[in-house]
């Protein structure tokens, strides 16, 4: 099973989360507050997903989703993603 890495558990980010169990895809999904935060939504979406930092799901996935405001594009894991492939609204190097 592929898995993808979610950082970002706002609007997007949770809606993709959402859609990718039910189309064969684990999921590991981060937001800013920390893995403990996510445990409602983790349980929400079954057993094919789990909470991480940042970090963690950037490396855990097959391909990462970048689903994060902007202005905290500085935060994000850079040496995590480099080895990814990274799907973001707006390309991070502009």
């Keep these: ?3 993808m890495g979610i950082i970002g558990a706002g609007e997007v980010g949770g809606q ?3 859609a990718a169990p ?3 895809y ?3 999904i981060a937001n800013s507050r920390g893995p403990e935060t996510l445990e409602d939504f983790v349980a929400e979406l079954g057993p094919s997903a789990r909470a991480a930092p940042a970090a963690d799901a950037a490396e855990a996935g097959d391909f990462a989703v ?3 405001p902007l202005k ?3 935060d994000l894991p850079v040496e ?3 080895e990814h492939r990274v799907i973001t609204q707006k ?3 502009s």
């Design 16 to 18: 993709i989360a959402r």
């Design 72 to 74: 905290l594009v500085d």
């Design 91 to 93: 390309p991070l190097n």
């Design 26 to 28: 684990e999921v590991v």
């Design 66 to 68: 970048v689903a994060v």
């Design 1 to 3: 099973m592929t898995t």
């Design 80 to 82: 995590a993603l480099a």
């Design 22 to 24: 039910a189309n064969g």
